[in-house]
């Protein structure tokens, strides 16, 4: 199993580095570059040499221990964390997919009788699909142009056609229509409207759109002041309504507003109302869960969000569980003066607050990516991890079967890596699931803070922030929720299984 899973980590960082190399970008395969090119070269390399020496050292038949399998099956009936460990693991293939299924790139273009695929290139220049510029296309408005022109073009879009961050549409026109019972509504929609609506003369090339009439509405009757004005932005009514009745025409110059209405015809421009971020829930325009105040998607900031929280999680499991692990298996093993300082080392560094210090470190970095932000949490958090080791590992040289080994010729590198650590492996397995939910727990308070990722990362902490503060847009604050809950709530069912099952107590009969 190990060397099967050395073999997959040599590829995994061969086929990164060679994808990279052809300028093609495979989701999940293109993460190891997504912050700088010296630190994805890095990681290939980590990937390469880890995996081949995994492949080197591991056993080649590895068989559980009639305890080990025993616990595996105690696992699986725990059907609680059973289930939530298979949630876990779908959500996680959903997020390798990665452009695949939320991300403003085009699947596959058709143009002109030649095939694209935009979502694994860096970018397609708006001029290759004919528009204008270097820059890269807007591949939601060239399926609208596509639409337009029906010469048989045409393009698949993500599920979710919007990045996690720094993608909007900004403000959007909605046309008023009158239902059967004499109310006004949106277009698509059935409920009543209330706010504003105005209509726009005709607009003559680049000049600046004008106002013809502005109406208010309350509960799908107009109520309130009526306006209209001439070319020139001159006010020419200014009528009153109440409850869908006129009160009082207000006219300002009748020569000019009959002369207006005569040139309009019988057909004025459509009332519309302009609708700005945040909007609601709205399956017409795949904003399945709305947009945030900036008009980004929210369940494409999930997304993001839930992949930024893998990547944090592989960074920061391997970095604490390997000082962890090391460590603290050096201090129960070696004892003595190394042990000593080793511990007053620890004492020192975990008497300082934790949560002060990050907050300093990230204010004076200035918003830091991920990978430094993670970086900092690992300061602080290696120490739990190497207490326990220390404890088991102390406890386990004492036993019979390490003297044996010793009087077997074996060094001190076979005897921690090939007896005590195995036999401490529960301890880790343990412990893993509620590491994830600390470092969870940690990336969205600090960005709840304002103390954590910059703009360009999706953040579900600065989601619940944005929320708090918008609550008449509840789909906010609820999606950020909603998203924290599930994933916590999933790792910890995973967490308690895994520590019902590994421990001794709750299955073991003295006698």
């Given at each position: 199993?190990?060397?099967?899973?050395?073999?997959?980590?040599?590829?995994?960082?061969?086929?990164?580095?060679?994808?990279?190399?052809a300028e093609i970008r495979v989701p999940?395969?293109k993460w190891f570059f997504a912050w700088?090119?010296?630190?994805?070269?890095?990681?290939?390399?980590?990937?390469?040499?880890?995996?081949?020496?995994?492949?080197?050292?591991?056993?080649?038949?590895?068989?559980?221990?009639?305890?080990?399998?025993?616990?595996?099956?105690?696992?699986?009936?725990?059907?609680?964390?059973?289930?939530?460990?298979?949630?876990?693991?779908?959500?996680?293939?959903?997020?390798?997919?990665?452009?695949?299924?939320?991300?403003?790139?085009?699947?596959?273009?058709?143009?002109?009788?030649?095939?694209?695929?935009?979502?694994?290139?860096?970018?397609?220049?708006?001029?290759?699909?004919?528009?204008?510029?270097?820059?890269?296309?807007?591949?939601?408005?060239?399926?609208?142009?596509?639409?337009?022109?029906?010469?048989?073009?045409?393009l698949l879009l993500p599920l979710v056609?919007?990045?996690?961050?720094?993608?909007?549409?900004?403000?959007?026109?909605?046309?008023?229509?009158?239902?059967?019972?004499?109310?006004?509504?949106?277009?698509?929609?059935?409920?009543?409207?209330?706010?504003?609506?105005?209509?726009?003369?005709?607009?003559?090339?680049?000049?600046?759109?004008?106002?013809?009439?502005?109406?208010?509405?309350?509960?799908?009757?107009?109520?309130?002041?009526?306006?209209?004005?001439?070319?020139?932005?001159?006010?020419?009514?200014?009528?009153?309504?109440?409850?869908?009745?006129?009160?009082?025409?207000?006219?300002?110059?009748?020569?000019?507003?009959?002369?207006?209405?005569?040139?309009?015809?019988?057909?004025?421009?459509?009332?519309?109302?302009?609708?700005?971020?945040?909007?609601?829930?709205?399956?017409?325009?795949?904003?399945?869960?709305?947009?945030?105040?900036?008009?980004?998607?929210?369940?494409?900031?999930?997304?993001?969000?839930?992949?930024?929280?893998?990547?944090?999680?592989?960074?920061?499991?391997?970095?604490?569980?390997?000082?962890?692990?090391?460590?603290?298996?050096?201090?129960?093993?070696?004892?003595?003066?190394?042990?000593?300082?080793?511990?007053?080392?620890?004492?020192?560094?975990?008497?300082?607050?934790?949560?002060?210090?990050?907050?300093?470190?990230?204010?004076?970095?200035?918003?830091?990516?991920?990978?430094?932000?993670?970086?900092?949490?690992?300061?602080?958090?290696?120490?739990?991890?190497?207490?326990?080791?220390?404890?088991?590992?102390?406890?386990?040289?004492?036993?019979?079967?390490?003297?044996?080994?010793?009087?077997?010729?074996?060094?001190?590198?076979?005897?921690?890596?090939?007896?005590?650590?195995?036999?401490?492996?529960?301890?880790?397995?343990?412990?893993?699931?509620?590491?994830?939910?600390?470092?969870?727990?940690?990336?969205?308070?600090?960005?709840?803070?304002?103390?954590?990722?910059?703009?360009?990362?999706?953040?579900?902490?600065?989601?619940?922030?944005?929320?708090?503060?918008?609550?008449?847009?509840?789909?906010?604050?609820?999606?950020?929720?909603?998203?924290?809950?599930?994933?916590?709530?999933?790792?910890?069912?995973?967490?308690?299984?895994?520590?019902?099952?590994?421990?001794?107590?709750?299955?073991?009969?003295?006698?």
């Amino acid at each position: 199993m190990f060397r099967k899973l050395g073999y997959i980590l040599v590829a995994m960082g061969i086929l990164a580095a060679g994808f990279y190399l052809a300028e093609i970008r495979v989701p999940s395969l293109k993460w190891f570059f997504a912050w700088k090119e010296m630190a994805g070269w890095g990681m290939c390399a980590g990937l390469v040499f880890g995996g081949a020496l995994m492949a080197w050292l591991a056993p080649g038949n590895v068989k559980f221990s009639p305890e080990t399998q025993r616990q595996m099956q105690r696992f699986v009936s725990i059907r609680r964390g059973y289930i939530s460990l298979w949630l876990l693991a779908l959500l996680v293939l959903f997020a390798m997919m990665d452009n695949l299924l939320v991300g403003n790139r085009a699947l596959v273009v058709r143009y002109q009788g030649a095939m694209y695929f935009p979502v694994f290139r860096d970018a397609y220049p708006a001029k290759v699909f004919g528009g204008e510029g270097e820059n890269e296309a807007n591949y939601r408005e060239l399926k609208k142009r596509f639409a337009e022109e029906e010469k048989g073009d045409w393009l698949l879009l993500p599920l979710v056609p919007w990045n996690a961050t720094l993608d909007s549409d900004g403000e959007k026109r909605v046309v008023l229509e009158k239902n059967k019972k004499g109310l006004y509504h949106l277009q698509g929609r059935g409920e009543p409207y209330s706010g504003m609506a105005t209509a726009y003369y005709e607009r003559d090339g680049d000049a600046e759109e004008m106002k013809y009439m502005e109406w208010r509405f309350r509960q799908g009757r107009i109520d309130g002041k009526v306006t209209v004005w001439s070319r020139d932005g001159e006010v020419l009514q200014e009528a009153i309504w109440e409850k869908g009745k006129l009160l009082d025409e207000g006219v300002k110059d009748a020569d000019q507003l009959a002369a207006l209405k005569q040139a309009m015809g019988a057909e004025p421009p459509a009332m519309v109302v302009t609708l700005y971020p945040p909007l609601r829930p709205s399956w017409k325009d795949r904003h399945f869960m709305g947009t945030d105040t900036g008009g980004n998607d929210i369940l494409a900031q999930l997304f993001g969000g839930w992949q930024i929280l893998l990547q944090a999680n592989v960074i920061y499991l391997s970095i604490t569980y390997a000082i962890g692990i090391s460590l603290g298996c050096a201090m129960g093993y070696f004892g003595g003066r190394f042990d000593m300082l080793a511990q007053r080392f620890i004492e020192v560094l975990s008497n300082l607050p934790f949560l002060y210090v990050v907050i300093i470190i990230a204010s004076v970095i200035k918003r830091p990516p991920m990978p430094v932000l993670v970086g900092v949490l690992c300061i602080f958090s290696w120490i739990g991890m190497t207490y326990y080791l220390r404890t088991a590992t102390y406890r386990e040289k004492a036993r019979d079967y390490v003297a044996a080994a010793r009087l077997m010729g074996a060094g001190t590198g076979r005897i921690i890596f090939r007896h005590i650590l195995p036999n401490t492996i529960a301890i880790v397995v343990t412990l893993l699931p509620f590491s994830v939910t600390g470092l969870i727990g940690s990336l969205t308070a600090l960005d709840y803070l304002g103390f954590g990722l910059p703009v360009e990362y999706p953040s579900w902490g600065r989601l619940l922030a944005e929320g708090s503060e918008n609550l008449s847009s509840p789909w906010i604050v609820s999606g950020g929720f909603f998203g924290t809950v599930v994933i916590l709530v999933l790792v910890t069912f995973v967490g308690e299984a895994v520590r019902e099952a590994f421990d001794p107590k709750k299955f073991t009969t003295y006698k």
